[in-house]
């Protein structure tokens, strides 16, 4: 049934309506909702609403039929003109006003967020180029900023992961590299590893992949299938990445070397190059290739093959079950969140939205970035549902199943990055 216009004295509670009012010209949170109770009807009178538009399929009810559908123009809005009981419209605007606020802030602090996400992503991206000649300076650079990044994780302060807005997925192993150093800190923080065994932890997982140097361009971007030759000469470069850290750098923490050598290899003995059983992984290694699997999941060669955050958690928890370490991919779901940033969710009030950022300390009601037809992109609403417990959400999709106008809204990534954030500390 398709949506029609009906006069607010038809509305009735369980009828879903959407104001045809741009979002600033109303006090209401949403531009469309389901009425929940007569108050919301006398909000909309005193507003001065004459008419909405009745969204059948979303109604649990539909509007009083004792007028027919309106043509429009009516002038019902007064109310029988009996305006007695105290305005609730004063406190929804100020309400209003202090989410506009606040999304401003919240926008502000985003901002900041990126700017330290380049900035990060610049110092990674100098460590890679000047790998080949410098290589114990870029070690002692790499355990500089990890070790920044370390001391703020370990503040008391939440931890907020946010999704960053990547904008190419050219230079996969900056990104591969920060990405993965963010997730295994997380994932190490949650499982209470201390300073010196996180920075081992973030420090190898920027080099980790330091081996694929030696695996030749043609077989690292090939977009078919490898072959057996050339997939035999890929599994090596955790090796290689071995070879060249030892040879530059005698003192690389033996923990953190297990990392570059060990993070293919999986529980079940099945992993590469070595085939090592899973007694004989330490724990650190199975933290740093929950973070690299998962990474690898959500940022495949060709973006249309990677898997949504959720689906890549769905993934590792049930068919990788006998390869990765059970215990700590729950501890890793508990960080991000069943819903990680980039998901693509339907709200129970049927908004369409993606997640944005997820505070680990209640990863289950992230904020979330909503489409609203009648809200100009650059202003879209982020909706926190710590906010708000009568909404929850009741289903993920898949971007490419979301029509254009809202996959364009929200901007689904090229690259699913993240970066953390503590609310309560200043940026310089
Ligand atoms: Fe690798
Ligand atoms: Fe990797």
């Known amino acids: 049934m398709q949506e029609y216009r009906v006069y607010v004295s038809q509305l009735r509670v369980g009828v879903f309506i959407r104001l045809d009012k741009p979002w600033y010209e109303h006090p209401f ?16 009178k005193e507003l001065g609403f004459s008419t909405v538009i009745c969204v059948p399929e979303k109604s649990d009810q539909l509007p009083k039929t004792t007028t027919s559908h309106c043509e429009l123009t009516p002038r019902d809005q007064e109310g029988n003109g009996q305006e007695q009981a105290p305005s609730p419209t004063k406190a929804l605007w100020d309400m209003k006003r202090e989410r506009i606020e606040r999304l401003k802030a919240q926008r502000d602090r985003l901002n900041r967020c990126e700017k330290r996400f380049e900035q990060t992503l610049d110092r990674v991206r100098n460590m890679m180029t000047n790998i080949g000649t410098a290589m114990p300076e ?19 302060k939440d931890v907020v992961i946010h999704l960053m807005n ?22 190490g923080r949650e499982h209470g590893l201390d300073a010196e065994a996180l920075k081992k932890l973030g420090v ?34 955790p090796t290689y990445g071995e070879e060249i850290v030892s040879a530059r750098v005698p003192d690389f923490p033996d923990d953190a070397m297990k990392i570059i050598s060990m993070h293919h290899e999986t529980l079940d003995g099945t992993g590469f190059p070595a085939g090592i059983p899973g007694d004989r992984i330490p724990q650190l290694v199975r933290m740093a290739s929950i973070a690299d699997t998962y990474d690898n999941h959500c940022n495949k060669l060709d973006v249309n093959a990677s898997m ?9 928890f049930g068919k990788q079950n006998k390869q990765l370490d059970r215990e700590l991919v729950a501890l890793f779901v508990r960080c991000l969140g069943i819903y990680p940033p980039g998901t693509v969710v339907i709200l129970s009030n049927g908004c369409v939205g993606m997640v944005v950022a997820v505070n680990i300390k209640n990863s289950l009601r992230p904020s979330v970035l909503l489409y ?19 909404l929850s959400i009741v289903k993920t999709i898949h971007p490419a199943r979301l029509p254009a106008q809202v996959y364009d809204y929200l901007n689904p990534r090229m690259r699913i990055s993240y970066f953390t954030d503590t609310p309560g500390t200043t940026d310089s």
Do not use: W
């Not at 870029?138 to 008391?156: H, K, P, Q, R, Y």
């Not at 904008?167 to 800190?185: A, I």
């Not at 920027?206 to 043609?218: C, E, N, V, Y």
């Open 166 to 187: 990547s904008k190419s997925n050219q230079e996969e192993v900056c990104y591969h590299s920060l990405n993965t150093t963010v997730l295994g800190l997380l994932l």
């Open 138 to 156: 870029v070690v002692e650079e790499a355990n500089s900023m990890v070790g920044d990044m370390v001391a703020s994780f370990l503040s008391d």
């Open 308 to 316: 949504t955050p959720y689906q890549a958690l769905s993934y590792m």
């Open 204 to 237: 190898a997982l920027i080099f980790h992949d330091i081996g694929k140097q030696r695996i030749p361009k043609k077989i690292l971007y090939k977009p078919t299938p490898l072959t057996t030759p050339e997939l035999k000469l890929y599994n090596l470069h």
């Open 29 to 44: 949170l949403f531009g469309s909702f389901k009425i929940k109770n007569q108050e919301q009807i006398d909000t909309l």
């Open 372 to 390: 609203d037809r009648d809200v100009p992109k650059n202003e879209a609403l982020v909706f926190d549902l710590e906010d708000d417990p009568e």
